[in-house]
């Protein structure tokens, strides 16, 4: 039996201004095919399907029409379960529907948790699944007097532990149990472009806490490919969604399951744009992107450029955008990184944080500020602000 572990496909993400549907409509055409050569018997789709909870009709017809191909193929059942980005009623809405044709949704939990155990079993293989989305805190918390960061937190843990245990323990003996999940589990990697579930590490969870038993758990939430200890997977996302991606490796991966025994594998996706990060002085950039310029690429590649200074002249954008320009490149973004080094968490402008009142802080970055508004009315605007918030203060 092969299985397939793919997520976070963001269908309808827009990169800054520009629509992914190209790089989206190639990763499901790619899907597609290697489903359809190698004879793949279930595809998991660990959430976020869409890139927000209303997708545009675009990203709705990406869906769609490539569910219509895979029902057509006639051996393939899909596995969905919501994301953080997805909407649960959105994705439920033809769940009766598509069931009939052996697609299965899970937008969200249902009260039963029998309901979210899938037999997939063959007359050879026993497999059972345990399809659960992404956890809202209505699932796993409820209201209580104490409403502590801790004490938040303490629950928000104990009740999807309790989720994964309560599954685990429904699931039939002699079978090869996988369990599905959209979350952050404590040990992983993030990037710059995933978004917390929660504040902070609020809705971490250890990797024993949802193992429970379970022999593989098929995780979406974090864009980089990764696996970790007790079979916890993450598949990561078959794009790149962020600069801080650009270099990562994309996958999806590749379940063999005989004999009561799993063999995982992964199959590496190609770049179905290239994206890049470019830093150094103004000369060393210019340089770079006449070498960028001598790469064959399939597409326009999208470029984000690091300057190690503090400012740039309006002249020496224009430049650089002309220059991406002429020699077929998509400038997306120009960053000032001299003038990010000056500020950290506990320091600003060489001195601590502490010693400075928001007036001071304020006016200091203001000075980088080379925006289109009128300093003096973003002063007068932050005083005004300041002075309602110390207001509120008092009351």
């Not at 029902?71 to 909407?87: A, E, P, Q, R, Y």
């Not at 918030?389 to 009351?395: A, D, V």
């Amino acid at each position: 039996m092969k299985i397939i572990h793919t997520s976070d496909w963001h269908l309808g993400q827009r990169f800054h201004h520009l629509s992914r549907h190209e790089e989206h409509q190639d990763f499901l055409n790619y899907l597609f095919d290697y489903i359809n050569k190698n004879k793949v018997d279930i595809l998991i789709v660990a959430g976020d399907i869409f890139d927000t909870a209303n997708p545009n009709r675009e990203a709705e017809k990406l869906y769609y029409n490539f569910l219509k191909d895979i029902v057509l193929l006639n051996f393939c059942k899909v596995i969905i379960i919501g994301g953080n980005h997805d909407s649960a009623s959105h994705l439920n809405a033809p769940k009766i529907l598509l069931q009939s044709l052996n697609i299965h949704i899970y937008g969200e939990l249902s009260e039963k948790l029998e309901d979210m155990i899938l037999d997939c079993s063959t007359n050879q293989q026993a497999l059972h699944i345990a399809c659960i989305p992404f956890l809202k805190d209505s699932d796993i918390r409820k209201e209580s007097s104490d409403d502590s960061y801790h004490a938040i937190e303490k629950k928000v843990r104990s009740g999807i532990t309790n989720i994964y245990k309560k599954t685990s323990e429904l699931m039939p003996n002699n079978s090869i149990n996988i369990a599905t999940g959209h979350l952050f589990a404590l040990g992983s990697q993030l990037g710059d472009s995933e978004r917390s579930i929660h504040v902070g590490n609020l809705g971490a969870i250890s990797q024993e806490d949802i193992k429970q038993g379970f022999d593989y758990i098929a995780l979406g939430h974090l864009h980089k490919p990764q696996s970790l200890k007790n079979n916890v997977h993450y598949c990561g996302s078959p794009i790149a969604l962020s600069f801080s991606e650009a270099k990562q490796e994309k996958e999806i991966t590749i379940l063999d399951i005989s004999n009561d025994t799993i063999t995982i594998d992964k199959q590496v996706l190609p770049k179905f744009r290239s994206l890049y990060q470019l830093k150094g002085s103004i000369s060393e950039i210019e340089s770079q992107i006449i070498e960028l310029s001598n790469i064959s690429h399939n597409k326009t590649p999208w470029l984000e450029i690091k300057l190690n200074q503090q400012h740039i002249s309006k002249e020496s954008y224009d430049n650089l955008f002309k220059l991406c320009q002429d020699n077929n490149l998509e400038l997306m973004k120009v960053i000032l990184e001299q003038q990010i080094d000056l500020i950290n968490e506990n320091n600003f402008l060489g001195k601590d944080i502490s010693e400075l009142s928001p007036d001071d802080i304020f006016l200091q970055r203001l000075e980088f500020y080379d925006g289109d508004i009128d300093k003096e009315s973003l002063k007068n605007c932050f005083s005004e602000l300041l002075e309602k918030f110390y207001e509120s203060q008092k009351s």
